[in-house]
């Protein structure tokens, strides 16, 4: 599995772009750039919009897609977060509180899994950890965010573009992109599956990580 910071994101230079599509083409680059001809793809929260557009554009460089806390560009009501959101991890400095406010469930066990997650990303590596976001790189990722959440029916029409196989997954109380919008973007694709878990919210494949990655392991596999 490779990982990666796209333009202007962590260790990699430039300037994040304010819009999905540009960040789509640099992830385009660095695929091309270490010759991976075909690829599975992987795309968590503002990555699963980039992930759509790549399997839009590039459809010939990917075989299955994932598509994690995600939505179709253009459904209603996905035109920026809610004010709890921004109020939890819209500012300059984020907290272990906010985050675990928007990524887990307001309940006693996922709360758990929540400081766990916290300290793994916070606090326990203190050597080689990746580069903060800069604010710079959070502003592009929201205009970008807003800019895909703008009503428009027409694009919704774009996705039916996607014949891959894709495994849309969510969590069922994730307060910034609704679950609503896995079953929206699931019936808009030609070849999907959707599964809802349970008792989590923004941050469920950190919570459900070993259900989760058995998913993804067994969706894989059923290429051959």
Not at 61 to 74: D, E, F, T, W, Y
Not at 159 to 179: R, Y
Request: aromatic letters at 10%; hydrophobic letters at 45%; charged letters at 15%.
């Amino acid at each position: 599995m490779v990982t990666f910071d796209n333009v202007g994101v962590g260790a990699t230079t430039g300037r994040t772009p304010n819009n999905v599509e540009a960040m789509a083409h640099g992830a385009i680059a660095f695929l091309e750039a270490i010759d991976f001809q075909r690829v599975d793809l992987l795309g968590f929260s503002i990555g699963s919009f980039v992930a759509q557009e790549i399997a839009l554009v590039r459809p010939d460089l990917l075989r299955r897609v994932v598509l994690a806390s995600s939505a179709p560009q253009g459904a209603a009501g996905m035109h920026g977060w809610a004010p709890e959101v921004i109020g939890a991890v819209g500012a300059p400095e984020t907290t272990p509180q906010g985050y675990i406010s928007v990524f887990f469930a307001p309940t006693d066990t996922s709360r758990e899994a929540g400081q766990q997650a916290a300290g793994r990303i916070f606090g326990a590596r203190t050597t080689d950890r990746d580069e903060p976001t800069t604010w710079q790189t959070r502003q592009g990722q929201y205009d970008a965010v807003c800019a895909w959440g703008i009503p428009n029916h027409s694009l919704l029409q774009r996705v039916a573009a996607i014949d891959l196989p894709v495994f849309v997954a969510n969590g069922d109380s994730d307060p910034m992109i609704l679950p609503r919008y896995s079953y929206l973007l699931a019936g808009l694709l030609p070849d999907a599956r959707v599964k809802i878990y349970p008792d989590s919210a923004h941050g469920f494949l950190f919570q459900h990580h070993s259900e989760f990655a058995a998913d993804v392991n067994a969706f894989l596999a059923e290429a051959g």
